[in-house]
């Protein structure tokens, strides 16, 4: 980085906490300090000079708040005005209100309001608390920002407690450890100790509760921006029984819209920003029309028949899928889905998911071409079911993001999105 900044500034927080002041009082020779060091004048808002700002401030946090590290969202000012919100990820993990610890970090604040992707995503480090008057009765006292490309040094972490799970990252098994508690974060994890790498495979997809230390590091290409380098880990409990004083469960899907075709006889839940486009019958094959009747005859015909869901479309940030009809049941009559390939390396793939208590193999493909752009390097896998509906999802094509992009910020979404899949009749 090219200043690296490390201050200890004195904060008298004022009841921020409680909601008791608009702004957090800075101590003011502590502000003119920050403000010199940084070079003087208002914060840079380029996401440059937010990259190299790393502000450590101390105060007094709230009995019974939580320390927030290295936790990944993106910020979102409500258009009708209102308190800004700060939305972790992935998608459906929580929402909470945020302040700047000082007004350099609130000005990086601002800077990240609505920001386009991919560059609207950074880490945050600071305190929790809730029941304060502020968005979902919640407050992130910001301590730190990280945004931008530049990897953090690594920093120790202890007595991080939750289950590991797998997920796929840059074509290769991820281990990914989800928080326990309200807000359950998700981080990649791995060891450089062989049997610690061993356990972790082990209790991958179990029930057990674990308790782990060791050094994170953000800004990196895996799950959540993130990685943990573990080098205790401990058993602690069964997710079945629980553990004392812990939420344990918690229902990621929770607020999530429900989406129900009843032609079809399917339904899903999707998170309110993901964007729901159906379609119908959009031309027939003309040697299928029938003697007598002309083509336009024939497709209204079709169309009052099959309507106009045939296949419903689902995009979540760099993400997408498709969930199409039977071939024999109308599904033959849309175009849906990717409308071809590009040159490059096409490599096999395959993973499980599990929908409705029951495991699935979906198989596709991964594209690998002349550039990293979601229009040069691709994914795309298929679920095909015992009654005919077919599942596409993957990765969009677009030349303003990467395919590390994507599986940072879609990938996992879509995933969990068509998990929450029930057939209806």
Known sequence: MKNKLSLSLCIFLCGAFLGACGSTPVDTAAAELLKEASGGGGADSSQDELITQNVQTQFEPTPGSQEVVGWLGYVVSPAEGGDDKLVWMPEGTGSVGLTGATPELESQIIALR??????????????LANGVEDFNNSQLVVTRIRVGDTATDPEPITGWEGLISESVFNSSQSHVLTLL????????????????????????????????????????????GSRIQVTALETIGNADQG??????????????????NTR??????????????????????????????GVEEYEAQLKAQYGDQICVQVEYALGVIYFVAPMEDGGKYTLCGNAGLGAGELLNRSETLTIDHTEY?????????????????????????????????????????????????????????????????
């Open 114 to 127: 609505n920001a386009d992707e991919p560059g609207k995503y950074a880490h945050f480090w600071g305190n």
């Open 181 to 224: 508690g309200e807000y359950p974060m998700q981080f990649s994890i791995d060891s450089n100790d062989p049997a610690l790498k061993e356990q972790i495979s082990a209790l991958s997809g179990a029930t057990s509760i674990v308790r782990v230390s060791g050094d994170l590091i953000t800004g990196v290409p895996d799950v959540n």
């Open 243 to 260: 553990i004392s004083n812990q939420t344990v469960v918690t229902d990621l899907t929770e607020g999530w819209k429900t989406y129900q």
């Open 264 to 293: 079809y006889g399917y339904k899903f839940r999707y998170p309110d920003t993901a964007t729901i486009t159906s379609f119908g019958v959009m031309g027939v094959p003309t040697q299928e029309v029938p003697e007598g009747m």
């Open 361 to 425: 193999t979906a198989e596709g493909f991964e594209l690998i071409g002349p550039d990293e752009t979601l229009s040069g390097h691709t994914e795309m896998l298929n679920l095909v079911f015992e009654n005919g509906l077919r599942v596409g999802f993957g990765s969009t094509t677009r030349q303003d993001a990467t395919f590390e992009d994507y599986q940072m910020n879609g990938h996992d979404m879509i995933r969990r999105i068509i998990e929450t899949l029930k057939f209806t009749g």
